[in-house]
């Protein structure tokens, strides 16, 4: 069963930066699709971006586009989540997830997801 551990949360101004990671263990990283979503108080969880899995295609949503990558290191078991030019309405829980197929592209990472991480909070004051 996959686990999926994410870090790098934490508090930081307006127009600043931070980078998340997302560890999983428990079976082979390098064959699914990964991605990045996010949850605010009293909102649905939000899709913002996922990654192929040899980490060639990336999606993102367009309210995150040209401020977020996402990135994996295979060998490493690891996806990354690098935020960029950080607002107030970024404030939010960060979650990881894993695709459920081996079989699913990055494009349906958002209604195919296998395994969630524990969240990490971000908070981005003005």
């Known amino acids: 069963q996959v686990q999926l551990i994410e870090s790098g949360g934490g508090l930081v101004q307006a127009g600043g930066s931070l980078r998340l990671s997302c560890a999983a263990s428990?079976?082979?990283?390098?064959?699914?699709?990964m991605g990045w979503f996010r949850q605010a108080p009293g909102r649905e969880r939000e899709f913002l971006a996922a990654i192929s899995r040899t980490g060639i295609t990336t999606y993102y949503v367009d309210s995150v586009k040209g401020r977020f990558t996402i990135s994996r290191d295979n060998p490493k078991n690891t996806v990354y989540l690098q935020m960029n030019s950080l607002k107030p309405e970024d404030t939010a829980v960060y979650f990881c997830?894993?695709?459920?197929?081996?079989?699913?592209?990055?494009?349906?990472?958002?209604?195919?997801?296998?395994?969630w991480g524990q969240g990490t909070q971000v908070t981005v004051s003005s």
């Open positions: 997830a894993s695709a459920n197929q081996r079989v699913v592209a990055a494009r349906d990472l958002f209604k195919n997801v296998g395994a």
């Open positions: 428990g079976r082979t990283f390098s064959d699914y699709a």
